[in-house]
């Protein structure tokens, strides 16, 4: 079956540094991706849409300038999360649609533990 | 904006008890509904997809329902078992891609 592979699984960084997150489709090729972020017992929140070749469309409240989101292909979105603080620790999932349009499944990666000292 | 409630929040059962989880949302405009398995500190896994055309789907013990013009979907899960144990999450899609999730339930199952 289709597979959405995210690296690294865990990661702690000291505050101040920036941090790559991948996100790779392994069998199938995905022009959306999606990234989610989710809060110790809280539930994932949609940061930013993700399309291959323009730029990611944000939420509301999320900074495009803290979480760089890069789509270059059509199996691989990477979030960068710059300068990052204590406060960004969280899990992060991402998730690519196989197909067009909204008819496509859904997969997702089996998330990103980000800890910031 | 859409808000997406599940009841309850947590959920401790006997094994072999039949159970039902409950999810609400506020704006029947929806794409489709799925429910989710996640496991600790791990990514989702789908369960069950419902369009918003359909009112039911069903996989092995469980059943998903959708009633769209009251904002209900309920997932049944027949003869539990300890290693159905973990958070289930009720998500609607929307036009334009986006997913909103409930908090979650937080199922265990005793053996």
């Known amino acids: 079956g289709a597979v959405v592979s995210q690296h690294p699984s865990r990661v702690i960084c000291k505050s101040g540094t920036s941090v790559k997150i991948e996100c790779r489709s392994l069998?199938?090729?995905?022009?959306?991706m999606f990234w989610y972020r989710q809060f110790p017992k809280q539930s994932l929140m949609l940061m930013a849409t993700s399309n291959e070749g323009s730029k990611a469309t944000y939420e509301q409240g999320v900074e495009k300038d803290k979480f760089l989101i890069n789509h270059a292909s059509l199996t691989l979105s990477t979030l960068t999360v710059t300068s990052a603080h204590p406060e960004d620790s969280s899990f992060y999932i991402c998730?690519?649609?196989?197909?067009?349009?909204?008819?496509?499944?859904?997969?997702f990666g089996e998330g990103s533990r980000l800890t910031v000292l | 904006k859409q808000e997406v409630t599940q009841i309850p929040a947590a959920l401790s059962v006997p094994e072999g008890e039949n159970l039902v989880l409950n999810c609400s949302f506020t704006d029947s405009a929806i794409y489709n509904l799925q429910w989710f398995r996640q496991d600790p500190g791990k990514g989702l896994t789908s369960l069950l997809l419902i369009q918003s055309s359909q009112r039911e789907q069903t996989s092995g013990r469980l059943n998903a329902s959708l009633d769209k013009s009251s904002g209900r979907s309920t997932l049944y899960i027949a003869a539990s078992q300890p290693g159905d144990s973990a958070t289930y999450l009720c998500a609607v899609e929307e036009y334009g891609n986006k997913l909103v999730f409930g908090a979650g339930t937080i199922l265990r199952v005793k053996s």
């Open positions: 998730s690519a649609r196989r197909g067009q349009g909204n008819t496509g499944e859904l997969f």
């Open positions: 069998d199938f090729q995905a022009t959306t």
